[in-house]
């Protein structure tokens, strides 16, 4: 494991990227908000979020809506603070109907390798359950399962 606080090489940006896949995999708000700074702001489609316990909250209410979730996160590029990821996840509703979420997020992050910003840019399709490309047991992606490049939209 890398240092996971600024200045980012290109491992320590592909771990923190994959800690942070990890975390959302687990589905657990308060492990996730740690990784942010406590005054930490987001931008998440069109809903602002400011503060950890704002994001726990956040999180709360996406989890009971977005059931069977999971998330793959990939490294586009990366800076000295900052990172920007794509991803994708699927969900299903309460009525069964499935989703994959496309998106881009940019991150940058305090000395301390918090993350004070994030921009989220988040685009939903109805899919089909037999079109779902995530069927891991939820949690953590197992190791060899494969990643966003190469895959269709």
Known sequence: MTNHRPPFDNASARDKVRAAEDAWNSRDPERVALAYSKDSHWRNRAEDVRGRDAIVQFLRRKWSQEQEYRLVKELWAYGERRIAVRFQ??????SGQWYRAYGNELWEFDDDGLMR????SINDRRIEERERRFRWPLGRRPEGHPGLIGSPA
Do not use: H, V
């Open 117 to 120: 910003r994030r921009e989220a």
């Open 89 to 94: 996840y699927e969900w299903r509703d309460g």
